[in-house]
């Protein structure tokens, strides 16, 4: 069984934060794979879910990674980490997927026609970038179920995308929005810095 989150979602956003420091510790596969099962109930435009992940645990692979990084001392000392990637090639080409099974066959059909009409009226890019934007939302569920079930993260921009994608096989036209380690914390982070709810917001 994987850990229990036992944090509210309010108390793991008011915890979280950046660590780039583990303790020597395994992660359970099964508490990666909850963390991505929680991951997985994301919400995304017409339900198209284009997040993908590669977990990379194989201490072979770990270091590759990080040079990949810019040796990122976090991607050396953490237990795994999630390499986010999205992937609209793939929603196009298994589209039926993500057609809720709820739906009547001409209203599944019509999606359908819908979906991929307006997908390929664009050019790779610019659904590629559509994709890689709405795999954002899966990286804010990521930090927080993670931390919700007592696991510390640091998510990064800071890699060479062409190196990790070589390094672990991903096709060419995908892009990665982030690498997220993850392990047990052994350091506190930086307290949170941010902005108040009046400077980033208007209520009219
Ligand atoms: C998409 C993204 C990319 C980031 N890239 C890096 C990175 O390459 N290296 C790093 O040390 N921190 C990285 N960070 C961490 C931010 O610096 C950190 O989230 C921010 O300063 C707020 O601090 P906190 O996470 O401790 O609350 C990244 C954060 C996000 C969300």
Same mark, same amino acid.
């Given at each position: ?18 660590? @780039? ?11 990666? @794979?909850?963390?991505?099962?929680? =991951? ?25 990674? $990080? $040079?990949?990084?810019?040796?990122? @001392? ?39 026609? @819908? ?15 559509? $994709? ?31 190196? =990790? ?40």
């Amino acid at each position: 069984m994987s850990a229990p989150s036992t944090m509210t979602v309010s108390e793991a956003a008011e915890s979280r934060r950046s660590v @780039r420091k583990y303790v020597q510790e395994d992660v359970p596969e099964e508490d990666l @794979r909850e963390i991505l099962r929680q =991951v997985s109930l994301a919400p995304s435009p017409d339900n198209i879910q284009p997040w993908r992940f590669v977990v990379v645990r194989d201490p072979a692979v770990r270091p590759l990674l $990080a $040079a990949a990084a810019l040796n990122q @001392r976090q991607v050396h000392s953490a237990h795994a980490v999630f390499v986010l990637y999205a992937d609209m090639e793939d929603v196009i080409g298994a589209i039926d997927e993500i057609i809720s099974p709820g739906f009547r066959p001409e209203q599944a059909a019509k999606l359908k026609a @819908r979906l991929l009409k307006s997908f390929l009226a664009q050019s790779q890019e610019e659904r590629q970038q559509f $994709a890689h934007g709405i795999s954002y939302i899966a990286l804010g569920f990521l930090l927080l179920a993670a931390e919700a079930m007592g696991y510390k993260t640091s998510p990064l921009l800071g890699f060479e995308p062409d190196q =990790v994608k070589a390094l672990l096989g991903l096709p060419s036209q995908v892009t990665i929005p982030a690498l997220i380690a993850i392990g047990k914390g052994d350091e506190p982070g930086f307290p949170h810095h941010r902005h108040t709810v009046d400077r980033i917001a208007r209520f009219v």
